[in-house]
């Protein structure tokens, strides 16, 4: 069991997300970083999609009242184990007592706390995603509080082969970004295909969507990102009717300024799409703080899919090399 | 699993049959990277110039450090990792004391018994 | 595509990729029953599709989310182009629900600016607003009511250039040529939020369209029907 002794607001309970709800006007919802959670998952032999604990404010305090495999993925914030450090990206056992404590991070913006046979909560509607605007899933609906005690579900007992743990290149050297012609030093890339209204913005919005720089602004969170950069315009300014949106879509409302749709989405907007980020880069755009800078790459389905490729061979060789490195105990 | 315990034993028997002191295995993201006892370089005996103890890689890959020298770290602390593919695994430090050299670089590979810091015994106040 | 009501309105049906998981189909047209009929029924039959995890109908659209792992995209584009055309119009009416409305005064704060608009008393909004019946056409941005269409086109009133603070709990609210019911406040969650829309009435008694404890846990559904009364006009 873990209990939770100090957190900020807004840290919360994730998976994978709700699929099959759009009927109720339900969006996927989720992590922001779903190979981090993925990552976690595979440390410690759990699926994929088990839910861990979503940090994005911190410094984050928590103890473990029982001995309990976990895993700190994501975010590079420093982790100490009862006082020791850990290296980012890192599963190991803590003792019964042990505090658990993640500081501001160095370098990403969300953490993810997974652990041994994950987190003992009812699914709702398929998912233990925490959809924070109508108080559902996750724990108890809402975001963690101090004094929270969550408690995990029965696995195959196992213990490390190194009883300091084992852990995971991160994702963002172990899956490299696409290529992009003059990027800066410090810029992210993300792939992004063309959008149905692609084509109604000017000639000169569509070269600057990928060849100039787009700064995150403070309006972000984990219900989309409002970028800054140059303007993007279009041909002629029709009104939308309101259709379904997914994670991913880059609308433009009449300023010009793009939004990025991310985890929370609502699942519909009105605003026109000049493209899509696609699912294997969603990640990195959730591991951008306020003040990060991104570039767009358009790329095609095949690219995307390739992209995608790349990503499941990450995770499938860890989960498959991490196994060698955990051994049922008695 | 690609490298199972008896495919190992099987290809250390054949590497002291010919005489090969040293096998390196690559697929996929797996290595595996057999040195025969002779290559293998019992710690103690590296540098009989320093007075410190040494913490060594466990493990064959590429290095990354966690800590640096001048460190003070605890017994059991994690100062370095050794990648395998995605896969890090731990170096630690054998005693408390302090990290007084580094004996190996940021992204070097190294292999089972590479030290990897000198270290000075001992528990310091501050 | 040619303009009405500032809408974009498209001359034929258009499939497009919505990043590499998902495939959006706009029907030609402008909104009609007839259409969106029939985008209820391609939604359900798409359902059962291999590959597909979801569809969601928009207003004049449909959304088919896949497994991109299983599911070819161009080909699932393909057959949704194929298969449109063919989609017959015609449901069953669903279900009429009556929600009694107060037009103006608190929660309806946006009525007079509404009205000053057209030129009007609140009144008159109230009895445009009050007069049709207003049909489920797809589901909202979040669990609730839906989307409705049925407005008076006469009530058209663009979109707020820039969002101000509202409270949606129960609130009836219009923007260009649509009309929203909100779902009651819900403890707990924010009260305020960011809208272009207009709130031009509250519906005090408007019953919990979405919850959990109840099974199915949606008290409306698409195609669903809603008659707004009109209780009082405070201006």
């Known amino acids: 069991m873990i209990e939770i002794l100090e957190t900020p607001p807004l840290n919360t309970m994730q998976d994978l997300g709700r699929v099959g709800y759009r009927c109720h006007g339900i969006g996927r919802g989720g992590v922001m970083d779903r190979l981090a959670l993925a990552a976690g998952n595979a440390l410690l032999g759990n699926d994929d999609g088990e839910a861990g604990l979503e940090f994005q404010l911190f410094p984050v305090r928590l103890r473990f009242t029982r001995e309990t495999a976990f895993a700190v993925t994501g975010a590079h914030c420093e982790a100490r184990l009862a006082g020791r450090r850990l290296p980012p990206w ?22 993810y706390l997974t652990i041994a046979g994950g987190f003992d909560v009812p699914q709702v509607l398929g998912s233990r995603s925490t959809h924070a605007r109508d108080s559902f899933g996750g724990f108890h609906g809402r975001p963690l509080l101090a004094g929270d005690v969550l408690g995990n579900r029965a696995h195959a007992p196992f213990v490390f082969r190194d009883s300091a743990g084992v852990g995971a290149t991160p994702a963002e050297e172990a899956v490299p970004a696409a290529p992009c012609e003059d990027l800066a030093d410090g810029e992210t890339v993300v792939r992004a295909i063309r959008a149905a209204e692609f084509d109604s913005f000017d000639e000169a919005s569509q070269t600057a969507l990928c060849r100039t720089p787009w700064k995150v602004t403070a309006r972000s969170n984990r219900q989309g990102y409002a970028l800054s950069g140059t303007p993007l315009r279009r041909n002629a300014l029709l009104e939308m009717r309101s259709h379904a949106i997914v994670p991913g879509v880059i609308q433009v409302p009449p300023s010009g ?10 699942s519909a907007g009105g605003y026109p799409k000049i493209g899509v980020v696609i699912e294997a880069d969603l990640w990195r755009i959730g591991q951008l703080p306020p003040g990060a800078t991104l570039r767009f790459v358009l790329c095609s389905l095949q690219e995307a899919r390739a992209a995608e490729q790349a990503s499941d061979a990450y995770l499938a060789s860890l989960r498959r090399l991490a196994g060698y490195c955990r051994k049922a105990a008695a | 699993m690609m490298f199972t315990a008896d495919k190992i034993a099987l290809l250390v028997a054949t590497m002291k049959r010919n005489g090969v002191a040293e096998l390196e295995i690559r697929e996929e993201a797996e290595e595996l990277r057999l040195v025969g006892a002779a290559g293998v370089r019992p710690t103690a005996a590296i540098s009989p110039r320093t007075a410190g103890r040494m913490v060594s890689a466990t493990a064959f890959g590429v290095l990354h450090l966690e800590r640096q020298a001048g460190a003070a770290v605890e ?20 005693i408390a004391g302090r990290l007084t050299r580094m004996l190996a670089r940021q992204a070097q590979r190294v292999e089972y018994g590479t030290p990897i810091f000198e270290i000075l015994e001992g528990k310091e106040r501050s | 595509m040619s303009v009405n009501s500032d809408v974009t309105v498209l001359k034929e049906a258009r499939v ?9 189909l706009d029907a030609e047209g402008p909104l009609a029953l007839a259409t969106q009929e029939r985008i209820w029924r391609l939604s359900d039959k798409v ?9 969601q109908p928009g207003m004049n659209s449909l959304l088919v989310v896949v497994d991109s792992r299983t599911a070819d995209l161009e080909a699932l584009a393909a057959r949704l182009r194929e298969t449109w055309p063919g989609v017959p119009s015609g449901r069953t009416a669903g279900r009429l629900i009556e929600v009694g409305v107060i037009y103006g005064g608190e929660g309806g704060q946006d009525l007079p600016e509404v009205a000053a608009f057209h030129k009007c008393a609140p009144a008159d909004i109230a009895k445009l607003h009050s007069g049709p019946e207003y049909t489920i056409f797809a589901p909202g941005v979040s669990p609730g009511f839906g989307y ?3 407005m008076d086109k006469r009530l ?37 939020v960011p809208t272009g829309w207009y709130m031009i009435g509250r519906a005090p008694d408007v019953p919990q369209p979405f919850d959990l404890d109840r099974t199915p846990p949606n008290l409306v559904s698409l195609g669903d029907r809603i008659r707004f009364r009109v209780d009082r006009v405070e201006a």
């Open chain 3, 47 to 55: 359902r059962q599709w291999e590959g597909v995890v979801d569809t």
């Open chain 3, 16 to 24: 497009s990729f919505c990043g590499s998981a998902a495939v959006l």
């Open chain 3, 156 to 192: 058209f009133t663009p979109r707020r250039k820039v969002p101000v603070m509202r409270a949606l709990g129960g609130g009836v609210s219009i923007a260009g040529i649509q009309s929203n019911l909100g779902k009651p406040y819900v403890e707990g969650t924010a009260k305020e």
């Open chain 2, 75 to 94: 017994a059991g602390e994690i100062v370095a990792t050794v990648a395998a593919g995605p896969l890090r695994r731990p170096v630690v430090s054998p």
């Open chain 3, 148 to 150: 409705l269409f049925g």
């Open chain 1, 90 to 111: 890192w599963a190991t056992r803590a003792q019964a007592g042990d505090e658990l404590v993640l500081s501001s991070p160095r370098k990403g913006m969300r953490a």
């Open chain 1, 257 to 266: 300024q793009p939004l990025i749709q991310l985890a929370e989405a609502n």
